[in-house]
């Protein structure tokens, strides 16, 4: 799904008048992302924006330059991850939003600039085009081109990501070792 914009913030992302919910509803929060580009004022729909174009699917957003800007909202990774994107691709991302979506099992993969204009050239080309991200080996490929790009992730999140564990299930996981060193230090 392209987004071909620069510098979204968070704001944009998930409108502040949604930030009044009392709990994290995936389908609430997916459903109202980017609310005031997806919906006219009126509350038609916005048939010319990109989330509400048919012929672009997918879980992965690729999105133009410095991407969740603003305010440090985690109902913006709420909102990203309740509309079902697993992925966003940038050339640079706000650091709090970025970590965010990884607490959210959202992956943000960082690339460079010459290669994010080339994914939004291939979309635009075909929307059909496929991205593949490995993240095993820190790889995303542009399938059209074949054309590859690394990206960074923390070690700890990269792992966390691929066993499914968010912050507290990894100290669940890792109970034992944790009470074992605490013994060693009394």
Not at 6 to 25: S, W
Not at 85 to 91: A, E
Not at 112 to 130: K, V
Not at 158 to 186: P, S, T, Y
């Amino acid at each position: 799904m392209p987004l071909p914009l620069e510098n979204v913030d968070t704001d944009q992302i998930i409108p502040a008048r949604f930030l009044k919910a009392t709990t994290k509803e995936e389908r609430f929060f997916g459903d109202n992302l980017f609310r005031d580009w997806r919906y006219h004022s009126d509350g038609t729909l916005n048939k010319a924006f990109v989330l509400n174009n048919p012929q672009y699917k997918g879980c992965i957003l690729v999105a133009g330059k410095n991407f969740g800007s603003g305010s440090s909202r985690e109902h913006a990774a709420w909102a990203i991850a309740g509309y079902g994107f697993r992925v966003v691709i940038s050339s640079f991302f706000a650091d709090i939003h970025k970590n965010n979506e990884l607490n959210n099992f959202v992956l943000p993969v960082q690339v460079s600039e010459d290669f994010l204009s080339e994914l939004f050239l291939t979309i635009q080309n075909g929307p059909d085009a496929e991205v593949e991200v490995d993240l095993p080996n820190q790889k995303v490929t542009n399938k059209v081109t074949g054309h590859s790009e690394h990206f960074d992730i923390n070690g700890y999140k990269k792992h966390c990501l691929m066993q499914g564990l968010d912050d507290i299930d990894f100290l669940v996981a890792n109970k034992d070792k944790i009470e074992a060193w605490e013994q060693q230090r009394r």
